[in-house]
Nanobody, 126 residues
Framework: QVHLVDSGGGSVQAGGSLRLSCETSIVIDDGRWCIGWFRQVPGKERERVAAVYAGGSDLFYSESVKGRFTLSQDTAKNTLYLQMDSLKPEDTAMYYC??????????????????WGQGTQVTVSS
């Protein structure tokens, strides 16, 4: 059974930073999995923000966060981190950690990730 526990959200002012954590039961450098972060605002589809593919063989960042958000992982703790810097009000959303099997997780959409954390809210004020 796959478990994901995400945390680290909060409220910050524009330009601030937060670090999200995703503790998972998956061996984080297992090449059979992708683990990543999605975000969602009410009325919109879940957006893939950043992801580690196949245990770290490739990293994905959406254009909207490239250069501001950084993935890192602690293999001893099976934890994936998302460092979010230079936050903007448009980054406000519920953020979800998710896991999916490689290579299916390379396809577009959120439904190719079959396992989800409970979500953590990020609010950025101007």
């Amino acid at each position: 059974q796959v478990h994901l526990v995400d945390s680290g959200g909060g409220s910050v002012q524009a330009g601030g930073s937060l670090r999200l954590s995703c503790e998972t039961s998956i061996v984080i450098d297992d090449g059979r999995w992708c683990i990543g972060w999605f975000r969602q605002v009410p009325g919109k589809e879940r957006e893939r923000v950043a992801a580690v593919y196949a245990g770290g063989s490739d990293l994905f960042y959406s254009e909207s966060v490239k250069g501001r958000f950084t993935l890192s992982q602690d293999t001893a703790k099976n934890t994936l981190y998302l460092q979010m810097d230079s936050l903007k009000p448009e980054d406000t959303a519920m953020y979800y950690c998710a896991a999916g099997q490689f290579p299916r997780c390379l396809r577009k959409g959120a439904d190719v990730f079959g396992y989800w954390g409970q979500g953590t809210q990020v609010t950025v004020s101007s």
